[in-house]
Antibody, heavy 122, light 108 residues
Framework: EVQLVESGGGLVQPGGSLRLSCEASGFTFSSYEMDWVRQAPGKGLEWVSYIRNSGSSIHYADSVKGRFTISRDNAKNSLYLQMNSLRAEDTAVYYCVRESWELFREKYFDYWGQGTLVTVSS | SYVLTQPPSVSVAPGKTARITCGGN??????VHWHQQKPGQAPVLVIYYDSDRPSGIPERFSGSNSGNTATLTISRVEAGDEADYYCQVWDSLSDHYVFGTGTKVTVL
């Protein structure tokens, strides 16, 4: 059974930092590309960042570029999101998401973690 | 950046059919995926590649995509289908993933 378990959320002051982790199990983590998606309270879903299975390609949403860093450790079956210079508008539940695909077709999100809440407030 | 527009809400009686639209410029040329999010829960994939269903998703859920509109159809709606639904695509121009604005389905 595919499982994605996020941790590391909490309350942080504006300008502060936080590191989120996602522990994966039930599949060969090193074969899959992964993403972070967030959802502000009462709002819709917003894609945050992507990382290739090898870590060789990374993308960010414009809203977090230069402040957030995605990484992974395939030996530990773990995905990370380092968040710096946090702002009130970064307050959200952050989900770890697995990508899947079929040959010659675009990728899609097939499994979501339960999410971890990040609150940026003084 | 690419924009996907959904109606904020759809109301439907039990046993009837709900249709949720997802509008975008030539969205028919992209693959559209749909995610269901029940209150307090993480999203769950219900339709991928426009009309494919993951294992465990009832046949009542179906999808289509053509022109500027993709549609998620829920037949014989049940109380348990009450949730927020989001369409999603990959925008090749920006290398970004894009979600629709979301639709809240209420079962009357």
């Amino acid at each position: 059974e595919v499982q994605l378990v996020e941790s590391g959320g909490g309350l942080v002051q504006p300008g502060g930092s936080l590191r989120l982790s996602c522990e994966a199990s039930g599949f060969t983590f090193s074969s899959y590309e992964m993403d972070w998606v967030r959802q502000a309270p009462g709002k819709g879903l917003e894609w945050v960042s992507y990382i290739r299975n090898s870590g060789s390609s990374i993308h960010y949403a414009d809203s977090v570029k230069g402040r957030f860093t995605i990484s992974r450790d395939n030996a530990k079956n773990s995905l990370y999101l380092q968040m710096n210079s946090l702002r009130a508008e970064d307050t959200a539940v952050y989900y770890c998401v697995r990508e899947s695909w079929e040959l010659f077709r675009e990728k899609y999100f097939d499994y979501w973690g339960q999410g971890t809440l990040v609150t940026v407030s003084s | 950046s690419y924009v996907l527009t959904q109606p904020p809400s759809v109301s439907v009686a039990p046993g009837k059919t709900a249709r949720i639209t997802c509008g975008g410029n030539n969205v028919g040329g992209k693959s559209v995926h749909w995610h269901q999010q029940k209150p307090g829960q993480a999203p769950v994939l219900v339709i991928y590649y426009d009309s494919d269903r993951p294992s465990g998703i009832p046949e009542r859920f179906s999808g289509s995509n053509s022109g500027n509109t993709a549609t998620l159809t829920i037949s014989r709606v049940e109380a348990g289908d009450e949730a927020d639904y989001y369409c999603q695509v990959w925008d090749s121009l920006s290398d970004h993933y894009v979600f629709g604005t979301g639709t809240k389905v209420t079962v009357l």
